[in-house]
């Protein structure tokens, strides 16, 4: 996919403006405070209709206005789509050429977007949440089904928790939601161990490029549930097994929604072990990996990388940009960087 243009009106920093894009690489330079991020953002906003940085529509709208838009031409191949995005304090409205989009995951299909933040860095560090995130993002687009498992599996949770809270707890009702879990763990858990299994050859190679030294690198997911036996029995067992804790705290300790990835570089975690720069090679190969699994060109996802050059010494830039070469799209912020051939969009304060 190719984001040809965009426009961004009253969007944070931005009163008014529009980008016109290339393929390959498009670099996004300005000092610090210029709306560099800004635009990665407005670039992010078109695939999920949401921002990556975690907050409401509201904070995103210019401070002195009502309103925010955003208009952009997206190319699929020889399909051309445009894109408006109307975000209001009441809320926001999709259009696609024209017609209303009401499911964020049909938006989703016309603009794929990877995404490097700065705090990616932290992702073996940080909270298991971010890494399930990182799972849940990339197989809902990928496998739609997979969004009603988590939804379904979801709600099954809450249901269960406001049992577990209860005064008299009701076991039938306890029995029942548990199964409910059980069910909708199991695509789930399928559908993860694949993804990470495919992604871990990939894994291998991209931070081979990055680093350009033969790395052991692996990723691993242990499920709650050993999946070799037999899962309906195992699974109900494991939550037998720790029901007496859920009572006593209230909440259901165990299932997929606790469950995490790691990943090991040369035997060791990299959340413990790897230097800065290694966790942000490696958070990086594993955020550029889904570009991989598709195969069709034209549906190839739009690569934003704000900020990823920072701490990288120079060797490691060079093999960074020589990789970056090779996808249909991308976009990179910095401070201050030229590459040769790339579009150079540079932003004043
Ligand atoms: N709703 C808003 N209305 C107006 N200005 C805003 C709004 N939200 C954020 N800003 C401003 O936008 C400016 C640019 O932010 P941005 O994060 O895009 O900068 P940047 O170019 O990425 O900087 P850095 O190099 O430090 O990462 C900030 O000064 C911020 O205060
Ligand atoms: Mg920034």
Known sequence: ????????????NHTSKTFEFGEGIN???GPNASGKTNIAEAIYYLSLARSFRGVDDEEIINDKTEYSQIDAT???????????????????????????????SDLAKSVNVLLFEPKDVMLFRGSPKERRNF????????????????????????????????????????????ELLVKYAGPIINYRAMFVKDINDILIKITRTLTGVKEKIEISYRPF??????????????????????????????????????????????????SQGENRLVALALKLSPYFMITDKDKKPVVVLDDVMSELDKNHKEHLINFLRKFEQVFITDTKLEIEGATQIELNK
């Open 225 to 274: 549930v050993n999946m070799s036996g037999d899962y309906q029995k195992d699974a109900l067992a494991a939550f037998n097994r720790s029901l007496e804790n859920d009572l006593r705290h209230k909440a259901t300790s165990i299932g997929v929604h606790r469950e995490d990835i790691s990943v090991s570089l040369n035997g060791k975690e990299i959340g413990a072990y790897g």
């Open 74 to 104: 997206v190319l699929e191949g020889q399909i051309k789509r445009n894109i408006r995005i109307l975000i209001t304090k009441k809320g926001r409205s999709v259009l696609v050429n024209g017609k209303k989009v009401s499911k964020i």
């Open 27 to 29: 670099v996004i330079t």
């Open 135 to 178: 799972l849940d993002i990339n197989l809902s687009k990928q496998f739609p089904i997979y969004l009603d498992y988590i939804s379904r599996y979801e709600k099954a949770l809450r249901q269960r928790n406001e049992i577990l809270k209860s005064q008299n707890v009701d076991e039938k009702l306890l029995e029942a939601s548990t």
């Open 1 to 12: 996919m190719i984001v040809k243009s965009i426009s961004v009106r009253n969007f944070r």
